[in-house]
């Protein structure tokens, strides 16, 4: 099993790709964190073999923690995930040692893609016995087999296929209420159509809090 540690700022986010990884064959997250220090510490008593990890973090910028963990000969990999969209970023990123970048907001496909790519690496590496050309050509192709051409788009019941073009015309998160008031549908049914279309990678859920303490679900396009 691939031990995984998800570092973000906010949890609500960070138990969604806790989720997400259990989800994948191979995988197991071993811990949530929230900040740069808990991640330290939770590296060093959990020696988890890859990380997914935020860039914004409350005490300190995730890649000036993943270089430092280079620094200090820490083996551990890394994937990148943030809402940063600044070349800059990413060239840090790629600078720093991440393995790949992924920018959120991305479905459970895209997630599961990267992960089994990073295993398939894994394994490459790990049973090499020479560092010859055609091996390094090799494991540098692997790394990156996520990036794929797009797929043709899934053919979907009638009703589903409403509710995912009111979610792309509605030009950002959208909940179950308004879906089914622009559908005339009821909201149980609107949700329970959402929820399918999350559960196909075709849309992606985002929590919320209000006052009251409740999580609000909306969704936008993956």
């Excluded at 950002?172 to 999350?198: C, F, H, K, M, W």
Aim: with cysteine; charged share 25%.
């Amino acid at each position: 099993m691939i031990r995984t540690l998800v570092v973000d700022d906010d949890f609500r986010v960070a138990r969604i790709h806790a989720a997400r990884v259990g989800r994948v064959d191979g995988f197991e997250c071993v811990g949530e964190v929230y900040s740069a220090a808990s991640a330290r510490e939770a590296i060093a008593r959990l020696s988890p073999d890859l990380l997914l990890l935020d860039v914004h973090l409350p005490d300190e910028d995730g890649l000036s923690l993943l270089r430092s963990l280079q620094a200090a000969g820490t083996e551990v990999d890394c994937i990148i995930i943030t809402a940063a969209r600044d070349l800059a970023t990413v060239r840090s990123a790629m600078s720093s040692g991440a393995v790949y970048y992924l920018v959120k907001p991305f479905s459970f496909e895209q997630l599961r893609a990267q992960l089994e790519a990073y295993q398939r690496w894994r394994q490459e590496l790990d049973s090499a016995r020479s560092a010859s050309q055609a091996v390094v050509d090799s494991l540098y192709n692997t790394r990156s087999a996520a990036v794929r051409s797009a797929a043709p788009a899934p053919r979907l019941q009638p009703t589903m296929q409403k509710v995912l073009d009111a979610v792309k015309t509605a030009g950002g998160p959208v909940g179950a209420a308004e879906i089914a008031d622009r559908l005339g549908v009821s909201r149980p049914t609107a949700q329970r159509y959402l929820g399918a279309l999350e559960r196909k990678g075709l849309v992606v859920l985002d929590l919320s809090y209000g006052t009251t303490g409740r999580p609000l679900n909306s969704y936008t396009i993956a």
